[in-house]
């Protein structure tokens, strides 16, 4: 009798980094859900989030029935996520610039 197989579910988790360097990429270029996920450092479950919002950043388009982002698109939306990343603080650091009682 055969063995029951198991559903293959798909892996959500974050892709390893890309293999590519997307600087060298022409900017007409296409990047799969994957490959975008991969450069960005994100899940492909955050992209398709994304996606279902019209206004979002990080434009894509669907040929063929899949999502597809324009390697001048995923450079944009890094740029833009650079100028608004705030560079990050020790704990002990205050707001109001005195430093943290020991």
Not at 6 to 24: C, L, S, V
Not at 51 to 58: A, D
Not at 75 to 102: E, F, M, V
């Amino acid at each position: 009798m055969p063995r029951a197989t198991k559903r293959h579910r798909k892996n959500r988790g974050m892709p390893p980094p890309a293999t590519f360097d997307i600087d060298t990429l022409p900017g007409s270029s296409n990047l799969t859900a994957l490959e975008a996920a991969a450069v960005i450092r994100r899940t492909p479950g955050a992209l398709e989030q994304w996606r279902r919002n019209p206004n979002h950043p990080l434009k894509w388009r669907y040929v063929d029935g899949r999502p597809l982002y324009r390697v001048d698109a995923v450079r944009d939306y890094l740029a833009r996520c650079d100028k608004t990343t705030k560079p990050s603080q020790p704990h002990n650091a205050r707001g109001d610039g005195r430093a943290a009682r020991p």
